[in-house]
């Protein structure tokens, strides 16, 4: 299994409204990605998590929150975001080491903000 | 400053031609190279991945060659068919945790015409 699935495939939020994107993965991979990438752009590094601790954080406004319960699964908690955070959020996965690790990325989640 | 650049911006073939995309990167340090196919509205899916003494790697109809000494990659497609049209990434990694610091490429935009 190769797979990185992330659900839903589409949301339409408003501005006021709280959701999640949830991302998941089953290949022992410890390490987890979010990505933010804008239409005819590269993805964006958001945040990593190694070893289901928050590694990295790249200045993300706290109206992102993530979370990563445990070692197969990690969130995305939104709220209160503005109409330029619509874009497709990418969850990726690899393992932890050095060099060669291909990361593994999930099919996205289109988010509309209202 | 770390930079990938690709060319050409766009490229449009007969289904069935060749084709050669091209990837010059300043990265310094140097991890690893991947080549990535993007469809519009989905995630990036890997090709290849090649490390510093690889010269060249084969994924079916996908070949990508390795120049560390000049610092250029290319990724071939032999046969191409009309699922092949997509974006097509160069990325490089740099530092020991390779997926921490990925430097994308804008991508090569390919379009097969039956």
């Known amino acids: 299994d190769t797979e990185v699935t992330q659900t839903p495939k589409h949301l339409v939020m408003g501005m006021t409204n709280k959701k999640s994107l949830k991302c998941e993965q089953h290949?022992?991979?410890?390490?987890m990605y979010w990505y933010k990438q804008k239409a005819k752009k590269p993805p964006e590094l958001m945040f990593v998590?190694?070893?289901?601790?928050?590694?990295i954080n790249e200045s993300v406004p706290s109206r992102f929150s993530p979370e990563c319960p445990n070692s197969s699964l990690l969130n995305l908690h939104l709220h209160a975001l503005q109409p330029e955070d619509s874009a497709l959020y990418l969850c990726?996965?690899?393992?932890?080491?050095?060099?060669?690790?291909?990361?593994?990325f999930g099919q996205g989640t289109r988010l509309t903000v209202v | 400053k770390n930079q990938v650049e690709q060319s050409p911006q766009s490229l449009i073939i007969l289904e069935g031609k060749n084709c050669t995309l091209q990837?010059?990167?300043?990265?310094?340090?140097?991890?690893?190279l991947r080549w990535y196919k993007q469809d519009t509205g989905r995630g990036p899916v890997s090709l290849t991945i090649?490390?510093?003494s690889e010269n060249t790697k084969s994924n079916g109809r996908y070949t990508a060659t390795l120049d560390a000494d000049t610092k250029q990659s290319s990724l071939h497609i032999t046969a191409s068919q009309l699922s092949d049209s997509a974006s097509y990434i160069c990325?490089?990694?740099?530092?020991?945790?390779?997926?921490?610091?990925?430097?994308w490429g804008a991508g090569t935009k390919l379009i097969i015409k039956p």
């Open positions: 990726a996965s690899s393992r932890l080491s050095a060099r060669g690790t291909e990361a593994f």
């Open positions: 290949m022992g991979h410890r390490a």
């Open positions: 998590y190694s070893y289901e601790k928050l590694s």
């Open positions: 990837c010059n990167y300043t990265v310094s340090p140097f991890s690893n």
């Open positions: 090649m490390t510093f």
């Open positions: 990325v490089v990694s740099s530092g020991l945790d390779s997926n921490y610091q990925l430097i």
